[in-house]
C-alpha cells in the first residue's frame, strides 16, 4: 500500500488542544480519514476530509488538508480523558483500498 | 454500529496448527476486509471482498487465506500457523454503494497468540 506515516505519540495537557500530524504519498487520493481507537476495541470513524477540501470542522474537531504537501491534520479542542485513545490517520488510494498510519498514542494529563 | 461481531475474541494456538477466524456482519455490506494490527505498523490489509465468492490478497497475504460463501461471513484462515502471524486481527465492513464518506466500520478485534 501507499506509505501513511504519523508520530506515534502525543501528551498533552487537559483542557488544552492537540494536534496529530499525518503525511502521505498517494497523489491520487481520494478521502482522507481519522479513525479512534480505544483500548481493546475496534477502530472507529471520528471524521474524513475529501481531497479537494481544505478544512472541515465537525465540533471539537477540525481537519486540515494541504494537497500540495500531502500533509493532513487533527485538531482537538479542549482535549478530555476521553480523548486518551490511538488516532490513525488513513487515505483513500485510487486503488479504493485504505492505507493506515501506524497510529498517534495521545495521552492526556490532569 | 455495524453489527460485526468476530470469533473468537482470544486464541492461543502452537505452530503448524490450523486456525480458522470468522467474521459476522447483520447489516447487509457488499465489502468485507481483514487486517492485522501490530505494533509500529498501525493496520494491514490481508485479504478482502468486494462480494461473495469475490476475494482478493492485501498487501500482507502470505500464509493468510480466506473464502466468503455468504454475504454475512468472511472467514480467515491461516493454513499453518506461525509465530509471526502472532497479532491482533481486525475485520471491517463497507456498504459497497457510493456514498461520501465510505466508511469502513471495524469489529472488536481477535487476539491471536501463536507459541
Known amino acids: 500500500g501507499e506509505d501513511v506515516e504519523q508520530s506515534l505519540f502525543l501528551s498533552v495537557r487537559e483542557g488544552d488542544s492537540s494536534v496529530i500530524n499525518c503525511t502521505y504519498t498517494?497523489?491520487?487520493?481520494?478521502?482522507l480519514y481519522w479513525y479512534k481507537q480505544e483500548p481493546g476495541a475496534g477502530l472507529q470513524l471520528l471524521t474524513y476530509?475529501?481531497?479537494?477540501?481544505d478544512m472541515k470542522q465537525d465540533q471539537r474537531l477540525t481537519v486540515l488538508l494541504n494537497k500540495k504537501d500531502k500533509h493532513l491534520s487533527l485538531r482537538i479542542a479542549d482535549t478530555q480523558t476521553g480523548d486518551s485513545a490511538i488516532y490513525f490517520c488513513?487515505?483513500?488510494?485510487?486503488?479504493?483500498?485504505?492505507?493506515f498510519g501506524a497510529g498517534t498514542t495521545v495521552t492526556v494529563r490532569a | 454500529d455495524a453489527g460485526i461481531t468476530q470469533s473468537p475474541r482470544h486464541k492461543v494456538t502452537e505452530t503448524g496448527t490450523p486456525v480458522t477466524l470468522r467474521c459476522h456482519q447483520t447489516e447487509n455490506h457488499r465489502y468485507m476486509y481483514w487486517y492485522r494490527q501490530d505494533p509500529g505498523h498501525g493496520l494491514r490489509l490481508i485479504h478482502y471482498s468486494y462480494g461473495v465468492k469475490d476475494t482478493d490478497k492485501g498487501e500482507v497475504s502470505d500464509g493468510y487465506s480466506v473464502s466468503r460463501s455468504k454475504t454475512e461471513d468472511f472467514l480467515l484462515t491461516l493454513e499453518s500457523a506461525t509465530s509471526s502471524q502472532t497479532s491482533v486481527y481486525f475485520c471491517?465492513?463497507?456498504?459497497?454503494?457510493?456514498?461520501?464518506?465510505?466508511?469502513?466500520?471495524f469489529g472488536p478485534g481477535t487476539r491471536l497468540t501463536v507459541l
Open positions: 476530509i475529501f481531497s479537494n477540501m
Open positions: 488513513a487515505e483513500r488510494g485510487g486503488d479504493y483500498k485504505l492505507s
Open positions: 498517494d497523489s491520487s487520493s481520494t478521502y
Open positions: 471491517a465492513t463497507e456498504t459497497g454503494k457510493v456514498l461520501a464518506d465510505n466508511e469502513q466500520f
